[in-house]
């Protein structure tokens, strides 16, 4: 039985129409490598290859099968790289992730910058004179595998990060030392050898398919508890390398409106995990979404150059060159695309594509355009939308009157579209006592599914409209606002929005059209 499938540019043992076998992840991995498009080099594993890393359901043969497939696969990533992941001093570092039939964003675990250790981590900084790069991306692993693989608490990583007000390289190094000790601490243990690290990383990406987290969504999105996921393994890209590096995701048309707009974000010297977490706030990847951003939050055009600088204004070639990639896969699938992408050093590299979530609106806008562009039959087209009613689509606002008196506190991110009325919790299980609540966090991550369902709308202090909270939301169509100026005083189930203070109970109302944050109730139309 073949348990792996391969992929690398321009070859690839797969295609857009095997995500039973591959997930979509996978899938669409395999598709884009057969178009050309440049995507590093990897493997997949299928849903049924679980059973040698989590069931142990297998006879001896299969393992014997299965190894053989395994191995040589890793060197075929090693030969392409020209890496090894024994090497000490030219170390393959790899990225693992879940990739299930139906996307799942946010609910599965991934592992980047897979492979490092002490010893590597001293060769590499020689070698590339880049210590800053090197210490960040142990970190950054250490942390992520003290959690998803150690099954280690979150917070007390975090404890650490939030105690730094900056990184230099010696906070960097000193957060590596103190992140070890958290593992020791707990009786755990962080294994050296790459080959180890490999293993155990794909069983714990396997387990996160049987999570709380991802059950819920399961449940909440009517999929079969069956299908199982994929892992797919894939060489290392950084766009934490250096000034020329970046990480981003581009949508081919607005997800909002359903405008045939590119949108999208980017952060510069960050990897993917910090757009999807939420921490940072990213800026507008293109000109349309800036000048769009500016205009809601009031900025002028000096504000905005400062604090809104979009990357198709620093890089157009580059940024041309990447909506061209989203309209031909939007073309080829069909649908609107949401592309995740790396630069490295000024190289591009296409890391994932997925039907976009959008608003059922968008989604109406978006249908009749590609119907009238050709892209999609006039059958195709009623079928995408026969489902909306009236009330799914339309667009209601705040009565006028009403919002001149209520007083506005401050604007965000339109992360989602809608209107919310409801009152400030301020975690998730607050959120599920209530009847109506708006949840306000700095940022939410896969913990805070439940809550975020329960919700009417969700209002974050931090991240942009790639983060988990902007995902989940426009997934079901619920009200949410992202990077809004927000002061959370958690132990005192505070906030302050704008110049006034609130408390855990109090009302607010959220546009999710607009990024408008209103104080109290006020009446919808």
Same mark, same amino acid.
């Given at each position: &039985?073949?348990?792996?499938?391969?992929?690398?540019?321009?070859? *690839?043992?797969?295609?857009?129409?095997?995500?039973?076998?591959?997930?979509?992840?996978?899938?669409?991995? *395999?598709?884009?490598?057969?178009?050309?498009?440049?995507?590093?080099?990897?493997?997949?594993?299928?849903?049924?290859?679980?059973?040698?890393?989590?069931?142990?359901?297998?006879?001896?043969?299969?393992?014997?099968?299965?190894?053989?497939?395994?191995?040589?696969?890793?060197?075929?990533?090693?030969?392409?790289?020209?890496?090894?992941?024994?090497?000490?001093?030219?170390?393959?570092?790899?990225?693992?992730?879940?990739?299930?039939? %139906?996307?799942?964003?946010?609910? &599965?675990?991934?592992?980047?910058?897979?492979?490092?250790?002490?010893?590597? /981590?001293?060769?590499?900084?020689?070698?590339?004179?880049?210590?800053?790069?090197?210490?960040?991306?142990?970190?950054?692993?250490?942390?992520?595998?003290?959690?998803?693989?150690?099954?280690?608490?979150?917070?007390?990583?975090?404890?650490?990060?939030?105690?730094?007000?900056?990184?230099?390289?010696?906070?960097?190094?000193?957060?590596?030392?103190?992140?070890?000790?958290?593992?020791? +601490?707990?009786?755990?243990?962080?294994?050296?050898?790459?080959?180890?690290?490999?293993?155990?990383?794909?069983?714990?990406?396997?387990?996160?398919?049987?999570?709380?987290?991802?059950?819920? %969504?399961?449940?909440?999105?009517?999929?079969?508890?069956?299908?199982?996921?994929?892992?797919?393994?894939?060489? &290392?890209?950084?766009?934490?390398?250096?000034?020329?590096?970046?990480?981003?995701? /581009?949508?081919?048309?607005?997800?909002?409106?359903?405008?045939?707009?590119?949108?999208?974000?980017?952060?510069?010297?960050?990897?993917?995990?910090?757009?999807?977490?939420?921490?940072?706030?990213?800026?507008?990847?293109?000109?349309?979404?800036?000048?769009?951003?500016?205009?809601?939050?009031?900025?002028?055009?000096?504000?905005?150059?400062?604090?809104?600088?979009?990357?198709?204004?620093?890089?157009?070639?580059?940024?041309?060159?990447?909506?061209?990639?989203?309209?031909?896969?939007?073309?080829?699938?069909? !649908?609107?695309? +949401? /592309?995740?992408?790396?630069? !490295?050093?000024?190289?591009?590299?296409?890391?994932?594509?997925?039907? *976009?979530?959008?608003?059922?609106?968008?989604?109406?806008?978006?249908?009749?355009?590609?119907?009238?562009?050709?892209?999609?039959?006039?059958?195709?087209?009623?079928?995408?939308?026969?489902?909306?009613?009236?009330?799914?689509?339309?667009?209601?606002?705040?009565?006028?009157?009403?919002?001149?008196?209520?007083?506005?506190?401050?604007?965000?991110?339109?992360?989602?579209?809608?209107?919310?009325?409801?009152?400030?919790?301020? +975690?998730?299980?607050? *959120?599920? +006592?209530?009847?109506?609540?708006?949840?306000?966090?700095?940022?939410?991550?896969?913990?805070?599914?439940?809550?975020?369902?329960?919700?009417?709308?969700?209002?974050?202090?931090?991240?942009?409209?790639?983060?988990?909270?902007?995902?989940?939301?426009?997934?079901?169509?619920?009200?949410?606002?992202?990077?809004?100026?927000?002061?959370?005083?958690?132990?005192?189930?505070?906030?302050?929005?704008?110049?006034?203070?609130?408390?855990?109970?109090?009302?607010?109302?959220?546009?999710?059209?607009?990024?408008?944050?209103?104080?109290?109730?006020?009446?919808?139309?």
């Amino acid at each position: &039985m073949k348990y792996i499938y391969n992929f690398k540019h321009r070859n *690839a043992e797969g295609n857009k129409d095997m995500n039973d076998i591959l997930g979509s992840k996978g899938a669409n991995l *395999a598709e884009m490598c057969n178009l050309g498009i440049c995507t590093p080099c990897g493997f997949t594993l299928i849903p049924e290859a679980s059973k040698f890393f989590v069931s142990n359901s297998f006879q001896s043969n299969e393992k014997f099968e299965f190894n053989l497939q395994f191995d040589k696969s890793l060197k075929r990533i090693e030969s392409i790289t020209k890496t090894s992941l024994a090497s000490e001093k030219n170390p393959c570092l790899l990225s693992i992730r879940s990739g299930a039939k %139906y996307s799942m964003p946010g609910m &599965m675990d991934t592992i980047l910058n897979l492979g490092l250790n002490d010893t590597i /981590i001293d060769n590499l900084i020689k070698k590339t004179n880049a210590p800053y790069f090197i210490y960040d991306c142990y970190r950054r692993f250490i942390q992520t595998y003290g959690i998803v693989v150690l099954g280690i608490d979150g917070e007390l990583f975090e404890e650490k990060l939030d105690n730094l007000e900056k990184f230099t390289i010696e906070e960097l190094k000193n957060l590596c030392v103190e992140f070890k000790q958290i593992i020791r +601490d707990q009786n755990k243990r962080l294994p050296a050898n790459g080959h180890e690290q490999l293993r155990e990383a794909i069983k714990a990406v396997y387990k996160s398919y049987s999570s709380d987290r991802a059950i819920k %969504y399961r449940q909440e999105n009517n999929l079969s508890e069956d299908l199982g996921t994929a892992v797919t393994v894939q060489a &290392m890209v950084y766009g934490n390398k250096n000034e020329n590096s970046l990480t981003g995701v /581009i949508f081919s048309r607005d997800c909002l409106t359903g405008m045939n707009f590119i949108t999208g974000e980017y952060l510069i010297k960050a990897q993917g995990d910090d757009l999807v977490g939420g921490i940072i706030t990213p800026n507008p990847l293109s000109l349309y979404s800036s000048k769009d951003i500016a205009k809601k939050i009031g900025y002028s055009e000096k504000e905005r150059l400062s604090k809104l600088l979009s990357y198709e204004e620093i890089n157009p070639s580059l940024f041309r060159t990447i909506s061209e990639i989203s309209k031909m896969l939007e073309k080829h699938y069909q !649908e609107v695309q +949401d /592309i995740e992408f790396t630069v !490295e050093d000024g190289k591009l590299w296409i890391l994932q594509t997925r039907a *976009a979530r959008k608003t059922n609106r968008a989604n109406l806008v978006i249908s009749k355009s590609l119907f009238i562009e050709g892209i999609i039959s006039e059958e195709e087209f009623l079928k995408r939308t026969s489902h909306l009613k009236l009330e799914k689509v339309a667009q209601y606002n705040f009565k006028n009157s009403e919002e001149k008196q209520a007083r506005l506190l401050g604007t965000g991110l339109a992360a989602s579209s809608g209107l919310a009325t409801g009152q400030i919790v301020f +975690d998730s299980e607050e *959120a599920i +006592d209530r009847t109506d609540s708006i949840l306000v966090r700095e940022q939410t991550d896969t913990h805070d599914l439940e809550g975020i369902l329960a919700s009417k709308g969700v209002l974050t202090a931090s991240g942009g409209t790639t983060s988990h909270a902007a995902l989940i939301c426009r997934g079901v169509n619920l009200c949410c606002i992202v990077g809004a100026k927000l002061n959370i005083n958690y132990a005192a189930k505070e906030v302050l929005i704008g110049n006034r203070k609130f408390k855990e109970g109090d009302w607010i109302s959220l546009d999710g059209d607009s990024g408008e944050i209103f104080e109290g109730k006020v009446p919808i139309h």
